[in-house]
């Protein structure tokens, strides 16, 4: 898929945002010390152990509790990004806005609403007191 734009931000070749041999060059050739060649391994490497986690975790608990530990993953990184690496690992770092975490909240919030974590067992147990099933024997 290729995004063609007519304005002036689209830098890359034949007007498109993207420039996947700028990127290679960048990666291997760059005047960065290596740093981004670490950062794109070690993104590959946690993509891999977490998806492989994941599967583990579906496989032998649940959905639901894999959903979870995304979020505690999407919080952790988070976390570590508040760390004061210093201005040559992160240029964004120092910029902080008070809806970051109010965002994150409302994300994480959203996340456990949809996979019925909070809010409807509330529902269900307090407001429907809806009596549990008994077994047949």
């Not at 993207?18 to 960065?32: K, P, S, Y």
């Not at 290596?34 to 391994?41: C, E, N, S």
Request: proline share 4%.
């Amino acid at each position: 898929a290729v995004v063609s734009t007519q304005s002036t931000w689209a830098l890359g070749p034949e007007g498109r945002l993207e420039d996947a041999i700028d990127a290679f060059v960048q990666i291997f050739d760059g005047d960065n010390g290596g740093w981004l060649l670490a950062w794109t391994i070690g993104n590959m490497f946690s993509i891999a152990v977490f998806n492989f986690a994941g599967i583990s975790v579906t496989k032998e608990l649940s959905a639901t509790t894999r959903a979870v530990l995304d979020q505690i993953r999407v919080i952790l990184i988070w976390a570590i990004f508040l760390i004061p690496f210093g201005p040559y690992l992160c240029k964004l770092q120092g910029y902080f806005h008070f809806t970051a975490p109010i965002g994150l909240s409302i994300l994480i919030v959203g996340v456990f609403v949809y996979n019925d974590i909070i809010i409807m067992p509330l529902v269900r147990k307090h407001i429907l007191k809806s009596e549990p099933e008994k077994e047949a024997v």
